[in-house]
Protein backbone atom coordinates (compact mmCIF):
# COMPACT_ATOMS: atom_id res chain seq x y z
CA UNK A 1 0.00 0.00 0.00
CA UNK A 2 1.10 3.24 -1.22
CA UNK A 3 2.16 5.82 2.07
CA UNK A 4 0.06 8.59 2.20
CA UNK A 5 1.64 12.31 2.57
CA UNK A 6 0.26 15.65 2.53
CA UNK A 7 1.47 19.29 1.24
CA UNK A 8 3.35 21.77 2.93
CA UNK A 9 0.74 23.92 2.07
CA UNK A 10 -1.59 22.16 4.20
CA UNK A 11 -0.15 23.10 7.53
CA UNK A 12 0.39 27.02 5.85
CA UNK A 13 -2.08 29.96 6.72
CA UNK A 14 -3.92 31.29 3.47
CA UNK A 15 -6.54 33.74 2.95
CA UNK A 16 -9.13 31.71 3.97
CA UNK A 17 -7.68 29.79 6.60
CA UNK A 18 -6.39 32.44 8.64
CA UNK A 19 -4.36 30.26 11.03
CA UNK A 20 -2.48 32.93 12.49
CA UNK A 21 -5.38 35.55 12.82
CA UNK A 22 -5.39 35.72 16.48
CA UNK A 23 -8.63 34.94 16.33
CA UNK A 24 -8.08 31.72 15.11
CA UNK A 25 -5.56 30.79 17.87
CA UNK A 26 -7.54 32.63 20.62
CA UNK A 27 -10.18 29.86 19.52
CA UNK A 28 -7.69 26.96 18.79
CA UNK A 29 -6.04 27.17 21.89
CA UNK A 30 -8.99 27.76 24.47
CA UNK A 31 -10.97 24.63 22.55
CA UNK A 32 -8.12 22.46 22.87
CA UNK A 33 -7.92 23.24 26.93
CA UNK A 34 -6.29 20.61 28.53
CA UNK A 35 -5.57 17.89 25.68
CA UNK A 36 -2.95 16.94 25.90
CA UNK A 37 -2.85 14.06 22.50
CA UNK A 38 -2.95 15.07 18.75
CA UNK A 39 -6.35 13.09 18.32
CA UNK A 40 -7.81 14.47 21.16
CA UNK A 41 -7.17 18.23 19.92
CA UNK A 42 -8.78 16.98 16.72
CA UNK A 43 -11.57 15.84 18.55
CA UNK A 44 -12.02 19.08 20.59
CA UNK A 45 -12.10 21.22 17.39
CA UNK A 46 -14.92 18.79 15.95
CA UNK A 47 -16.91 18.22 18.51
CA UNK A 48 -17.14 22.43 19.52
CA UNK A 49 -17.72 23.69 15.55
CA UNK A 50 -19.93 21.16 14.75
CA UNK A 51 -22.12 21.98 17.61
CA UNK A 52 -21.30 25.60 18.36
CA UNK A 53 -22.30 26.84 15.36
CA UNK A 54 -25.86 26.11 14.27
CA UNK A 55 -26.29 24.89 10.82
CA UNK A 56 -27.62 27.22 7.99
CA UNK A 57 -27.47 26.05 4.57
CA UNK A 58 -29.65 29.02 3.54
CA UNK A 59 -26.60 31.45 4.38
CA UNK A 60 -24.26 31.29 1.46
CA UNK A 61 -21.97 34.72 1.04
CA UNK A 62 -20.40 35.71 -2.44
CA UNK A 63 -17.87 38.26 -0.71
CA UNK A 64 -14.61 36.40 0.24
CA UNK A 65 -14.31 38.28 3.30
CA UNK A 66 -17.06 36.75 4.65
CA UNK A 67 -15.87 33.47 3.73
CA UNK A 68 -12.11 33.27 5.87
CA UNK A 69 -11.91 31.36 8.97
CA UNK A 70 -11.56 34.43 11.45
CA UNK A 71 -14.70 36.03 10.34
CA UNK A 72 -16.71 32.92 10.80
CA UNK A 73 -15.42 32.05 14.17
CA UNK A 74 -17.28 35.50 15.36
CA UNK A 75 -20.24 34.16 14.03
CA UNK A 76 -23.41 31.95 15.75
CA UNK A 77 -23.97 29.84 12.47
CA UNK A 78 -22.74 28.72 9.17
CA UNK A 79 -23.30 26.18 6.26
CA UNK A 80 -21.06 23.16 5.74
CA UNK A 81 -18.03 25.04 4.14
CA UNK A 82 -18.11 27.68 6.98
CA UNK A 83 -17.97 24.75 9.14
CA UNK A 84 -15.17 22.92 7.47
CA UNK A 85 -13.03 26.32 7.06
CA UNK A 86 -13.29 27.19 10.70
CA UNK A 87 -11.66 23.83 11.79
CA UNK A 88 -9.25 23.17 8.89
CA UNK A 89 -7.75 26.67 10.31
CA UNK A 90 -7.83 25.08 13.62
CA UNK A 91 -5.98 21.99 12.73
CA UNK A 92 -3.25 24.02 11.01
CA UNK A 93 -2.65 26.47 14.35
CA UNK A 94 -1.70 22.78 16.15
CA UNK A 95 0.17 21.56 13.16
CA UNK A 96 -1.85 18.98 11.88
CA UNK A 97 -2.47 19.16 7.95
CA UNK A 98 -5.33 19.97 6.62
CA UNK A 99 -7.79 20.44 3.74
CA UNK A 100 -11.32 21.68 2.39
CA UNK A 101 -13.23 19.11 0.72
CA UNK A 102 -16.02 19.35 -1.72
CA UNK A 103 -18.55 17.28 -3.26
CA UNK A 104 -22.04 16.89 -4.27
CA UNK A 105 -24.70 15.25 -2.08
CA UNK A 106 -28.54 14.98 -2.72
CA UNK A 107 -30.64 15.83 0.49
CA UNK A 108 -33.59 13.58 1.43
CA UNK A 109 -35.15 15.71 4.52
CA UNK A 110 -35.01 18.93 6.21
CA UNK A 111 -34.44 21.64 3.25
CA UNK A 112 -37.56 22.34 2.07
CA UNK A 113 -37.31 26.29 1.89
CA UNK A 114 -33.91 25.67 0.96
CA UNK A 115 -35.35 23.69 -2.16
CA UNK A 116 -37.64 26.18 -3.45
CA UNK A 117 -34.62 28.46 -3.76
CA UNK A 118 -32.17 26.20 -5.36
CA UNK A 119 -34.96 24.14 -7.39
CA UNK A 120 -33.45 20.62 -6.68
CA UNK A 121 -32.39 18.98 -3.57
CA UNK A 122 -29.23 18.56 -4.32
CA UNK A 123 -26.45 20.50 -2.52
CA UNK A 124 -23.17 21.47 -4.52
CA UNK A 125 -20.79 21.98 -3.41
CA UNK A 126 -21.29 20.13 0.54
CA UNK A 127 -18.10 21.00 2.40
CA UNK A 128 -16.11 18.40 4.53
CA UNK A 129 -12.36 18.31 5.96
CA UNK A 130 -9.98 16.03 5.18
CA UNK A 131 -7.24 15.65 8.59
CA UNK A 132 -4.04 13.98 8.30
CA UNK A 133 -3.51 11.80 11.15
CA UNK A 134 -1.50 8.90 12.29
CA UNK A 135 0.42 8.95 8.58
CA UNK A 136 -3.34 9.00 6.89
CA UNK A 137 -6.05 11.56 5.63
CA UNK A 138 -9.49 10.99 7.50
CA UNK A 139 -12.55 12.77 6.08
CA UNK A 140 -14.70 14.43 8.95
CA UNK A 141 -17.72 16.67 8.53
CA UNK A 142 -18.69 19.07 11.30
CA UNK A 143 -21.87 20.68 9.27
CA UNK A 144 -24.98 19.33 11.21
CA UNK A 145 -24.96 20.39 14.87
CA UNK A 146 -26.38 18.04 17.45
CA UNK A 147 -29.75 20.60 18.16
CA UNK A 148 -30.48 20.37 14.37
CA UNK A 149 -29.72 16.46 13.69
CA UNK A 150 -32.31 15.87 17.49
CA UNK A 151 -34.93 18.17 15.55
CA UNK A 152 -34.63 16.22 12.61
CA UNK A 153 -34.38 12.58 13.92
CA UNK A 154 -31.16 11.99 12.39
CA UNK A 155 -28.60 10.84 14.98
CA UNK A 156 -25.49 13.05 15.10
CA UNK A 157 -21.97 12.35 13.49
CA UNK A 158 -19.25 11.31 15.20
CA UNK A 159 -15.80 11.59 14.29
CA UNK A 160 -12.77 9.22 15.67
CA UNK A 161 -10.49 10.30 13.95
CA UNK A 162 -9.38 6.79 12.84
CA UNK A 163 -12.14 6.19 10.05
CA UNK A 164 -14.03 8.61 7.73
CA UNK A 165 -17.08 10.13 8.74
CA UNK A 166 -19.39 11.59 6.17
CA UNK A 167 -23.11 12.46 5.90
CA UNK A 168 -25.42 10.03 7.76
CA UNK A 169 -26.84 8.25 5.07
CA UNK A 170 -30.48 7.44 7.41
CA UNK A 171 -32.55 8.60 9.73
CA UNK A 172 -33.15 7.51 12.65
CA UNK A 173 -36.51 5.67 11.49
CA UNK A 174 -34.67 3.99 8.54
CA UNK A 175 -35.72 6.31 5.60
CA UNK A 176 -32.30 7.98 3.55
CA UNK A 177 -31.20 10.93 4.58
CA UNK A 178 -28.30 12.07 2.39
CA UNK A 179 -26.62 10.68 -0.75
CA UNK A 180 -23.50 11.68 -1.70
CA UNK A 181 -23.22 11.87 -5.78
CA UNK A 182 -19.87 13.25 -6.51
CA UNK A 183 -16.29 13.78 -4.46
CA UNK A 184 -14.38 16.37 -5.91
CA UNK A 185 -11.49 15.71 -3.34
CA UNK A 186 -9.34 18.10 -1.17
CA UNK A 187 -7.97 21.47 -1.65
CA UNK A 188 -5.27 23.34 0.43
CA UNK A 189 -6.99 26.43 0.14
CA UNK A 190 -10.71 27.49 -0.40
CA UNK A 191 -11.03 27.13 -4.20
CA UNK A 192 -13.19 29.72 -4.86
CA UNK A 193 -13.79 29.79 -8.64
CA UNK A 194 -14.12 26.55 -8.62
CA UNK A 195 -17.09 26.49 -5.92
CA UNK A 196 -18.30 29.12 -7.72
CA UNK A 197 -18.42 26.93 -10.84
CA UNK A 198 -19.83 24.68 -9.81
CA UNK A 199 -22.83 26.69 -8.02
CA UNK A 200 -23.52 28.57 -11.26
CA UNK A 201 -23.90 24.73 -12.97
CA UNK A 202 -26.16 23.89 -10.94
CA UNK A 203 -28.47 26.85 -10.26
CA UNK A 204 -28.11 29.01 -12.80
CA UNK A 205 -31.19 30.80 -12.13
CA UNK A 206 -28.75 32.43 -8.84
CA UNK A 207 -25.48 32.86 -10.51
CA UNK A 208 -26.66 34.39 -14.44
CA UNK A 209 -23.44 36.58 -14.95
CA UNK A 210 -21.03 34.92 -17.18
CA UNK A 211 -18.17 32.14 -15.76
CA UNK A 212 -15.56 34.78 -17.14
CA UNK A 213 -16.94 37.41 -15.20
CA UNK A 214 -16.71 35.65 -11.89
CA UNK A 215 -13.57 34.80 -12.77
CA UNK A 216 -13.04 38.47 -13.22
CA UNK A 217 -14.24 39.41 -10.20
CA UNK A 218 -12.44 37.14 -7.74
CA UNK A 219 -8.88 38.14 -9.93
CA UNK A 220 -9.82 41.75 -8.96
CA UNK A 221 -10.98 41.46 -5.88
CA UNK A 222 -7.38 39.17 -4.78
CA UNK A 223 -5.70 41.80 -6.72
CA UNK A 224 -6.73 44.91 -4.48
CA UNK A 225 -6.17 42.65 -1.43
CA UNK A 226 -2.54 42.11 -2.55
CA UNK A 227 -1.89 45.42 -3.28
Known amino acids: MQ ?3 FNPSDLESTYF ?12 YKTIGE ?3 TLEKVLALYYTIRDGWRYNPSKVHRNPIYMKASYIVQQKEGHCIDKATLMVAGCRVIGVPARIGFAKVQNHIGTEKLEEK ?9 GYVDVFLDGKWVKATPAFNK ?3 DKLEVIPLDFN ?5 IFQQYDTKGGQFMEYLEDYGGFSDLPLLFMFQLMKKEYPHLYPEKEED ?3 GIADFFELVNS
Open 161 to 165: GQEDS
Open 17 to 28: FDSDHPLIQDFT
Open 147 to 149: GLC
Open 214 to 216: IAK
Open 35 to 37: AHT
Open 118 to 126: LKTNVLVPH
Open 3 to 5: QET
